[in-house]
């Protein structure tokens, strides 16, 4: 697995992981295939909503001032909904855990989030 660091701006990175048989999603680590939810130069593909989280680049991805979480809790905490929502289902764990190299801790720390 590959990863390309994505900077939001105001010290907010995201994460985009891809292999050879494509991109994955930020949040839930759907493969999108050759689709990707951010250029190679950062900005974000406005017009695409990831089917299974719903997470949509450019207005999902960074915390709100009012909320006052770093990226990581946020992302996290969009982690949890999403996963709330599907039932924590193995299938998703698995796949955090194969494409960004989950912990039972980072498991954890998304239960809590």
Same mark, same amino acid.
């Given at each position: 697995?590959?990863? %390309?660091? !994505? #900077?939001?701006?105001?010290? $907010? %990175?995201?994460?985009? @992981?891809? /292999?050879?048989?494509?991109?994955? $999603? &930020?949040? $839930? =680590?759907?493969?999108?295939?050759?689709? $990707?939810?951010?250029?190679?130069?950062?900005?974000?593909?406005?017009?695409? !909503?990831?089917? /299974?989280?719903?997470?949509? @680049?450019?207005?999902?991805?960074? @915390?709100?001032? %009012? #909320?006052?979480?770093?990226?990581? %809790?946020?992302? =996290?905490?969009?982690?949890?909904? *999403?996963? /709330?929502?599907?039932? *924590?289902? #193995?299938?998703?764990?698995?796949?955090?855990?194969? &494409?960004?190299?989950?912990?039972? /801790?980072? !498991? #954890?720390?998304?239960?809590? =989030?």
């Amino acid at each position: 697995m590959n990863y %390309q660091v !994505i #900077d939001l701006g105001l010290g $907010c %990175q995201l994460i985009q @992981p891809y /292999d050879e048989s494509g991109y994955y $999603c &930020v949040i $839930c =680590a759907k493969s999108h295939g050759d689709r $990707c939810m951010y250029y190679s130069d950062g900005q974000p593909v406005h017009d695409f !909503i990831c089917p /299974d989280c719903r997470m949509h @680049p450019g207005f999902d991805d960074t @915390p709100d001032e %009012q #909320d006052g979480l770093t990226q990581e %809790q946020h992302v =996290a905490r969009y982690r949890r909904r *999403w996963l /709330d929502s599907v039932g *924590w289902d #193995d299938e998703y764990v698995r796949r955090l855990r194969s &494409v960004f190299g989950m912990s039972d /801790d980072d !498991i #954890d720390t998304i239960r809590t =989030a």
